[in-house]
Nanobody, 118 residues
Framework: QVQLVESGGGLVQPGGSLRLSCAAF????????MGWYRQAPGNERELVAR???????NYADSVKGRFTISRDNAKKMVYLQMNSLKPEDTAVYYC????????????WGQGTQVIVSS
């Protein structure tokens, strides 16, 4: 059974940085495309970054140049390095496995809260 555990969120001032981590408990992790989503209050969950099994990456325009997604297949981990944070980045962040059409394939984890505020 697959389980996702996100961590690394917190309170940070505008312009600051955070690194989020996602631990995936399941088999064949190295074969999967993984993504980071976020959901702000009152908003739908949105995909902000994805990384394929061959390490190709894509980003939402709103985070391009500020966020970097990476993975460590040996540890079954996905990371999201977030720099130059803005108040509008405030959200609960989640990771998940994606198919080729960016559809989510696993149950959601609990997420990790990021608050960007002075």
């Amino acid at each position: 059974q697959v389980q996702l555990v996100e961590s690394g969120g917190g309170l940070v001032q505008p312009g600051g940085s955070l690194r989020l981590s996602c631990a995936a408990f399941g088999s064949f992790f190295n074969l999967f495309t993984m993504g980071w989503y976020r959901q702000a209050p009152g908003n739908e969950r949105e995909l902000v970054a994805r990384i394929t099994s061959s390490y190709n990456t894509n980003y939402a325009d709103s985070v391009k140049g500020r966020f970097t997604i990476s993975r460590d297949n040996a540890k079954k981990m996905v990371y999201l390095q977030m720099n130059s944070l803005k108040p509008e980045d405030t959200a609960v962040y989640y990771c998940n496995r994606l198919d080729s059409d960016n559809r989510v394939l696993w149950p959601w984890g609990q997420g990790t809260q990021v608050i960007v505020s002075s």
